[in-house]
């Protein structure tokens, strides 16, 4: 079989881009050749092609070319064509995979923040090591759990360099996993996709969906690409994301289009109702996840869950981004960017420790930072805010706090918590006209007694098991405010009279 150039087509494997026909098995099968032959794929850019509702996943592991293909997702019972059910509703469409094997490598140790190993890799890989032994991110609140096992992700170079912040020591690793990454980056451009959203039934527990495009090759690039989310109606389960990247290096998105998804509710571990998280994009043990030009519409839309979730990754760079929020579940480490975007109503939420830095950036959230008190609030390093302009809650009145935290030093999250060590406001206009009548000013930080449960508050003279470190330092220079009245530290009596230290320029 030749091609022209050595671009792979859908169509010589039987793809009719109709928008009707299953085009997924041919598409599977084009893949397959252009990956055994190391050649790009390029697409028919005036065709539509159906996915179908086989658990069929494409690999794709050379570059690919999507232009302005159209590609439908049909997941609403019925309604494919010929009445077809999904199959398997959490197989991926596309997975984007390196064809290297892993290596296998032994690391008996590893300290915090270690910077190198006495291993040397045939490659630079990606690592994962755990330790289940013990427990990290023990969720408190509507989805509580019991953690889950301490582990790591790592850039791990030839010369036995470590790229990515270590977390946790480990005097015993029980489960390691290496993959080479390649030195060609892969570049996947283009593409409107349309996902029929799905109307499962399950009153209790989550039943997340993929149907979607999984990154786990290092060295990856998604340009260009749109998806659009349509049909959700009154019933429906989440989706895990449809650009989900996971346990892979140096991904990056750019020039993307996302979609919010509708929110649905269920019976959470708690036995109480809570809102369920339905991401676009998701990442996952990633080391360098970079988002540059992506946007959505309607980030202040509250019937739309935030647009993005992250667990345990290492340095994350947002810029030049509209999005409804932007989210680190269990952890990151290392830098957490934010520069020249604009986030909606679900705002700005971290977990971890490191540099976080927001700058040149507009913010609709609820606070103008959030920090996750399901895993107690806590930043083990600096937060830096410069030349950002706030508009609390998208306007609605409220009376505006900063920074949120949440942790009265009751509950055991795995590890211990703290407030940023300092916070440093560098240009910060807020736009708080519209508050309360009995209004006095706005907070830096909010009170982070206030517990997770409908008891009254638990008494200052109790004594806390796992006690929450307080910010020390607070530097000022250049914050003003719509209603022209000067910040207060906190609602929190004992944090007025705390050694939080206000330097004001």
Known sequence: MTFKDNFVTYEAFGATGDGVTDDLPAIYEAHAYANMHGWSVR???????????????????TDTDWNTSRFTIDDAPGSYAGGGQVEDHKTPIFEVRSLLEPEDLQIDRLTRDQKQVDVHPKHDCHVLVENDKKRRYIRRGLNQNAGVPQHDCFILRRDGSVEGDIDWNYDSIT??????IDEKPIILRGGIFTTFANRMKQEIGYNYWARNIEITRSNTEIEGLT???????AVGHPYRGFLSAYQCANITLRDCFATGHKIYSTIGSAGEPVNMGSYDIHANNVVNFHMINCRMNHICDRTRWGVIASNFCKNILLEDCTLSRMDTHMGISGTYTIRRCTLGHMGLNAIGRGVLMVEDSTLYGHTLVNFRSDYGSTWEGNLVIRNCHWIPACGDTTWPHIIGVRNDGMHDFGYPCSMPREVIIDGLYIDDEHHPEDYQGLYFFTDPDSTHTNDESIPLAVERPFPYERCRKVKIRGLSTASGKKPKISPNVEIQKDTIVIEEE
Do not use: F, K
């Open 43 to 61: 697409t028919r850019p005036d065709a539509t092609y159906h996915l179908g509702s086989r658990a069929i996943t494409a690999i794709i592991a």
């Open 175 to 180: 489960h390691i996993e290496t993959h080479p």
């Open 227 to 233: 998806h659009y989310v349509v049909g959700e109606t």
